[in-house]
């Protein structure tokens, strides 16, 4: 381990005892050893734009969000960075660092020498035990249905929810 993933290490360890530290910039390299190299054991969630992975920690851990190449470009991924940096809320996830690598490589394509990149995008944010925003906010909606006697299926969609206890709710 380099001397930049360590310095990374510990200021990651020291963000999850304190609050009051700012997101960092974090090494490819730190991030690639704590999700034991973005291993699918280590996986947590994933859809269209980015896939999550658990980052372990000495005293915690962290969630990493690994953007999907073809996603964001090098100015939006920067807009989004300056944003979830500035977002600080005690009803928000908080925000902990971000890695935006990109290495060349040479590689014989069809006979022809090229250079490539491989660009790697990544958000780490708090890691949350007890699972995702959306399972928080369907068993909400679920409990609600019950509780208004209100019809529902399986298939039914948080959103789907959200609109009948609206009108349930405005009807009494």
């Known amino acids: 381990m380099d001397f930049e993933t360590t310095a990374a290490r510990s200021r990651l360890e020291k963000m999850l005892c304190t609050r009051d530290m700012d997101p960092t910039k974090l090494p490819l ?97 708090e890691y949350l035990p007890e699972g995702n925003l959306r399972k928080h906010i369907c068993g909400i909606f679920l409990s609600t249905v019950y509780f208004f006697n209100l019809p529902w299926t399986k298939n039914s969609s948080c959103a789907h929810r959200l609109l009948a206890v609206q009108a349930k709710v405005m009807s009494s």
């Open 29 to 125: 390299s730190l991030l690639k050893e704590i999700t034991n190299n973005f291993s699918d054991d280590q996986q947590i969630g994933s859809g269209g734009f980015a896939t999550v992975y658990k980052g372990l920690l000495k005293n915690g851990t962290i969630a990493v969000k690994k953007l999907k190449n073809v996603i964001m470009d090098d100015t939006n991924f920067n807009t989004e960075v300056c944003n979830m940096v500035m977002v600080k809320h005690k009803n928000i996830v908080r925000f902990l660092g971000y890695c935006g690598d990109t290495q060349h490589d040479v590689l014989n394509y069809e006979g022809k020498i090229i250079v490539v990149e491989e660009r790697q995008r990544l958000l780490c944010f």
